[in-house]
């Protein structure tokens, strides 16, 4: 039964639209609404958003909540919520259309290819909100704060833009310090405890995702790193 309405989702969220999907991760291209292939390389301003508000992306956004909860704050700004898994882009796709977010879209691939779909400077701001922490050591390359991933946002992330990662691990947190120590980028913000910290940004407490209401319930710190990638 669950997985007819994943199904049912899948199909759904190809009738947006408002997102746009990569099916094959090893072949980046762009599918829209009709099924048609879509370049919008550069051109998510000119050809998408109709303005050249600054674009801001959330990757791991599962349902969107960043996206939707900023854009709906931020109506001069434009969000692209960034996620694999098409059932969950449907939740936040989906509340966009019916509420009229116009500053709001969501693109489905894995974000190993990211940098195929935004263009060199193309996005101001990153959010990465919690994502999956690859606990084993082995897997570390695939943590979306590796120095590999932090490459492909460099190709993307327009000069002076701000990289925010929030997450209730530990295992993110320390690694992503240590990356950016290693890397020798600089951190504006370090912040192990969002609920005993003053003076940061309200939304980082107002909009909270799937996964931080569950973590919070199992008693877990939320973490917040901002950082840049002009060394
Ligand atoms: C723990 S969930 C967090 C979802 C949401 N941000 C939240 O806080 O509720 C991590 C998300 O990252 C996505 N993800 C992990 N690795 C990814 C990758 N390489 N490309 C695209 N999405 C990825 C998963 O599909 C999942 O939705």
Excluded at 55 to 63: K, R, S, T
Aim: proline share 3%.
């Amino acid at each position: 039964m669950a997985g007819k309405r994943k199904l049912e989702k899948f199909a759904m969220v190809s009738t947006f639209p408002n997102t746009f999907q990569n099916f094959r991760w090893e072949d980046p291209v762009l599918i829209n609404n009709k099924q048609e292939e879509i370049d919008l390389c550069s051109k998510w301003r000119e050809e998408y958003f109709n303005n050249d508000h600054p674009i801001v992306i959330e990757l791991a956004c599962g349902y969107g909540e960043y996206t939707i909860g900023l854009a709906e704050r931020y109506p001069q700004k434009s969000f692209i919520g960034v996620d694999i898994k098409g059932n969950r882009v449907y939740q936040g796709a989906k509340y966009a259309l019916e509420n009229k977010l116009e500053n709001v879209a969501f693109l489905r691939t894995d974000i190993r290819q990211i940098h195929h779909f935004f263009a060199e400077e193309e996005v101001d701001e990153i959010w990465i909100t919690f994502p999956d922490p690859f606990r084993k050591k082995r897997q570390a390359k695939n943590r979306l704060t590796s120095a590999g991933f932090i490459d492909r946002y460099r190709k993307i992330l327009k000069k002076g833009g701000l990289i925010h990662v929030k997450s209730d691990s530990d295992i993110i947190y320390e690694y992503t310090r240590e990356v950016l120590d290693e890397l020798k980028l600089p951190v504006f913000i370090d912040c192990n405890d969002i609920d005993k910290a003053e003076g940061l940004d309200p939304v980082l407490k107002e909009i909270q995702t799937r996964y931080e209401k569950i973590h919070r319930q199992l008693r877990q710190t939320i973490k917040y790193i901002q950082f840049g990638l002009d060394s």
